[in-house]
Nanobody, 120 residues
Framework: QVQLVESGGGLVQAGGSLRLSCAGS????????MGWFRQAPGKEREFVGG????????YYADFVKGRFTISRDNAKSTVYLQMISLKPEDTAVYYC?????????????WGQGTQVTVSS
């Protein structure tokens, strides 16, 4: 069982930056593909990006390319989402999730989410 806890959300002005953290528990954390998702009010949850177990490969949704960077520190069982040049449309609850079987498309563990609000 893996528990994920996000932190680092908050209120920021447009153009600003935030770094979200996702702290995991469990000995298998370093083997999981990790994803970041977000859900804005009244909208479907959407994939923001992901990172493989070693951190050597990252994936991003087109709407965040060049602005968001995902990294991980397996020694700390933590995944990060660095966000720059934030826009009001980035306002959402951000979630991290762990995928036990790479390529399955299924995320087995989810955090509780952290709110990011970008003011114009």
């Amino acid at each position: 069982q893996v528990q994920l806890v996000e932190s680092g959300g908050g209120l920021v002005q447009a153009g600003g930056s935030l770094r979200l953290s996702c702290a995991g528990s469990g000995r298998s954390f370093s083997t999981y593909f990790m994803g970041w998702f977000r859900q804005a009010p009244g909208k479907e949850r959407e994939f923001v990006g992901g990172i493989n177990w070693s951190g050597s490969t990252t994936y991003y949704a087109d709407f965040v390319k060049g602005r968001f960077t995902i990294s991980r520190d397996n020694a700390k069982s933590t995944v990060y989402l660095q966000m720059i040049s934030l826009k009001p449309e980035d306002t959402a609850v951000y979630y991290c999730a762990a995928q036990r079987t790479v390529g399955s498309g299924r995320y087995d563990y989810w955090g509780q989410g952290t709110q990011v609000t970008v003011s114009s």
